[in-house]
């Protein structure tokens, strides 16, 4: 299983970004798939997840709003559209990824249910 997050940057307060994480080793129809963000001298936090048959989704109240989660299956591909950017929203973003069946609609938000973890991708908010 490998998860690799892509698509972050620097944008201006009130931008958008769209994050990209592309799965490889494993059929993401049968996983649920999470992104988390650490600030600077924070802890880790959920920002939004997916049920492995995308119908169910979690956002913290923070983003609620502003960022959409979505998945393409056939194209191994989750997605965290990010408009509505405020400083604030500045970290190290990660995509995660937990086995909870096919097409299911489980959805999970504690880090600790996640094994599966890419890289990271710098999100910088900034004028």
């Known amino acids: 299983v490998q998860l690799q997050a892509s698509g972050g940057g620097l944008v201006q307060p009130g931008g958008s970004l769209r994050l990209s994480c592309g799965a490889s080793?494993?059929?993401?129809?049968?996983?649920?798939i999470a992104w988390f963000r650490q600030a600077p001298g924070k802890e880790r936090e959920g920002v939004a997840s997916i049920s492995s048959s995308g119908t169910n989704r979690y956002y913290r109240d923070s983003v609620q709003g502003r960022f959409t989660i979505s998945r393409d299956n056939v194209k191994k591909q989750v997605y965290l559209q990010m408009n509505g950017l405020e400083p604030e929203d500045t970290a190290v973003y990660y995509c995660?990824?937990?086995?909870?069946?096919?097409?299911?609609?489980?959805?999970?938000?504690?880090?600790?249910?996640?094994?599966?973890w890419g890289q990271g991708t710098l999100v910088t908010v900034s004028s």
């Open positions: 995660a990824a937990v086995a909870s069946g096919f097409r299911t609609v489980h959805v999970f938000i504690s880090e600790r249910r996640y094994p599966y």
């Open positions: 080793g494993f059929s993401l129809e049968y996983y649920a």
